[in-house]
């Protein structure tokens, strides 16, 4: 079983950055596909960025030219780059992790953006 342990979450102001980091416990994980989705109180979990192991990217329309998502895989890691935070991206971040057989995600970080 794969863990994934993310980290880089806190608390920012509107129009700033932060860089997410997700590093997994094997290398397993590079032959995967990835992605960070988040989840807002009372609302449903959504994707906002996907990595394939070949390195294709997909974004959600509301992140696009402000997210990126990129993987090194000598470090076991997937990264999100956030610039220009909105309010509305205040949300847990959740990093996954997929294959044909399994799907695994991470304890989540927290993101809050005032206002």
């Known amino acids: 079983q794969v863990q994934l342990v993310e980290s880089g979450g806190g608390l920012v102001q509107a129009g700033g950055s932060l860089r997410l980091s997700c590093t997994a416990s094997?290398?397993?994980?590079?032959?995967?596909?990835a992605g960070w989705y988040r989840q807002a109180p009372g609302k449903q979990r959504d994707m906002v960025a996907t990595?394939?192991?070949?390195?294709?990217?997909n974004y959600a329309d509301s992140v696009k030219g402000r997210f990126a998502i990129s993987r090194d895989t000598a470090k076991r890691t997937v990264y999100l780059q956030m610039t220009s935070l909105k309010p509305e991206d205040t949300a847990v971040y959740y990093c996954?992790?997929?294959?044909?057989?399994?799907?695994?995600w991470g304890q989540g970080t927290q993101v809050t953006v005032s206002s």
């Open positions: 996954n992790g997929r294959s044909g057989f399994s799907n695994y």
């Open positions: 094997t290398s397993i994980f590079n032959f995967h596909n």
């Open positions: 990595i394939t192991s070949a390195g294709s990217t």
